[in-house]
């Protein structure tokens, strides 16, 4: 958790009960005016119904693109399975808590269909080779690229630190993409935030490997 100015950045492990432990915490003890959430309509749309990727979204994202977003979330309710927790939980926390409270809620991040036109631009056929390669190399020698932690739990600040540079040297693209232009996004709508409501407490709650980025931003101006 970080702190600048009126806003309050909650890093969440999408899978985490811990996640929505501490936000439930957070918003039940301070009561936040506005809740900014790292999701776009249509995320929150698909999350709030429960509606599963479609073939109708191959036109719109494009094959490639399609097919990242579909072994993404695979992945993502796989891990989620082993520790009972649905992938965005702890977004439907704070969405629910906030209409219990009456709170604002704000969507600050990137249309996740922009994001994944730009992954799928950037990514060369070197990271290509490297991403199949790094599968590979796990599946045959069981060989961690980072050391094990607690799922249940947001990982240690030093292994999220070390992920990111990992990916950043391996793949500058998805870094590129994933990380650092939705960083640029969410922290210029959570700068608009500030301005637009400076007297009122705003709580941000982003994926952990976002956190850290989005207030050296914020810092910057």
Known sequence: M???????????????????NQISEFIEKNKPEIVGLELDKKRIYGLLNKTKISIKDVFKMGLKAFIFNLIGSYVEKKLGKLVG???????????????????????IDQNIEITLKRLIKEFSWKEKFRFF??????????????EPFDLKKVPPKKTIKKLLNLVKERYPSIYKTLIHERNIV???????????????QILAIVGAGHEDGIIEILKRG
């Open 133 to 146: 390669w790094d599968i590979l190399k796990g599946l045959i020698f069981r060989k961690p690229l980072i």
């Open 186 to 200: 969410m922290a210029k709508h959570l700068k608009n935030l500030m301005l637009k409501y400076k007297d009122s």
């Open 85 to 107: 927790v649905s992938p965005g939980d702890e977004m439907l926390a704070a969405i629910k808590l906030a209409k219990k409270h009456k709170l604002q809620l704000a969507l």
């Open 2 to 20: 970080d702190k600048f100015k009126n806003i309050t950045i909650i890093g969440t492990s999408h899978i985490a009960i811990e996640s929505i």
